[in-house]
């Protein structure tokens, strides 16, 4: 009898929960490891597909200090500007202390020079905006075209706005650090859901009436039963993005998919060939 090469032999057992079933076997552990990180790559993307829509992520989360800086009491002096295709045309310097740094523009050679000695402070520049935070590596943000905090009247707005900046020149770093981030968490959350639920499995071979006998056979099931709900949540997860609902919908399938060989097969193989004779 032929037997079907990795990987059509795998997406031929998981569309069934009795191909599942039957076809546990097939596999061998790097087989399963290609499977795992497989279908955490499918639960990743939705994630990086998310965070590629959005338009501005808080740099707060990356220089919580620093944007403290920039409070209601000295962001009058950014409306004084002009702004121009980008670019911020000062009248005249401004310089600007509270206890958590310096915010200052227009400042001449000798001044920046003394300002780039401090641990932490946010500089304006013609063209760009300059951010150090204590014990961190100084930040330079591009403006873009459509560059402007004039008329803004609250922090927020300016943190906002900068926000957006910086996420326009840092995207492509972002997005992957966060993708890096949230799948290395989901592929720890997958691991555990399929050791523990195989490890529930290969508790059976005690029992006579279960034909499952090794641990990998436990594995090899679970992964199998895990595809389609897998599949199921990650289409779902591109058109409503959510974490916790994305998870839910996979382990929630992952039961359905158990129940349903239980009651087609109890574990044990001898049911299935009975019912292949029966239809035969």
């Known amino acids: 009898m032929k037997t079907d090469l990795f990987p059509i032999n795998y997406f031929k057992s998981v569309w069934?929960?009795?191909?599942?079933?039957?076809?546990?076997?097939?596999?061998?552990?790097?087989?399963?490891?290609?499977?795992?990180?497989?279908?955490?790559?499918?639960?990743?993307?939705?994630?990086?597909?998310?965070?590629?829509?959005?338009?501005?992520?808080?740099?707060?989360?990356?220089?919580?200090?620093?944007?403290?800086?920039?409070d209601n009491t000295n962001i009058n002096a950014l409306g004084d500007i002009d702004y121009q295709n980008g670019e911020m045309l000062f009248k005249e310097p401004f310089i600007s202390e509270n206890e958590f740094g310096i915010m200052a523009g227009g400042l001449s050679l000798d001044d920046k020079e003394n300002l780039l000695e401090k641990d932490q402070y946010i500089l304006f520049e013609p063209n760009q905006l300059i951010i150090k935070e204590s014990n961190m590596a100084e930040a330079s943000i591009l403006y873009t075209k459509d560059f402007s905090l004039q008329g803004f009247t609250q922090a927020e707005e300016v943190v906002n706005e900068i926000s957006r900046q910086w996420f326009k020149q840092n995207k492509i770093f972002i997005v992957m650090i966060f993708s890096v981030m949230i799948s290395a968490f989901l592929f720890v959350i997958v691991l555990f859901l399929t050791l523990g639920s195989a490890f529930f499995l290969y508790l059976t071979k005690k029992s006579s009436l279960s034909s499952i006998k090794t641990f990998k056979e436990s594995v090899n099931l679970i992964l199998n039963l895990l595809t389609l709900p897998t599949i199921i949540a990650m289409i779902f997860s591109l058109f409503h993005f959510d974490i916790t609902l994305m998870l839910s919908i996979q382990t929630l399938g992952l039961v359905l998919m158990l129940i349903i060989v239980y009651y087609k097969t109890k574990l044990n193989d001898n049911n299935i060939l009975n019912t292949e004779q029966m239809i035969l």
């Open 16 to 70: 069934s929960p009795i191909q599942a079933f039957k076809n546990r076997h097939q596999l061998n552990w790097f087989h399963l490891v290609i499977v795992l990180l497989f279908l955490n790559g499918l639960m990743t993307i939705p994630v990086t597909m998310n965070y590629t829509k959005l338009d501005s992520i808080s740099f707060e989360r990356f220089y919580p200090n620093a944007v403290k800086i920039i």
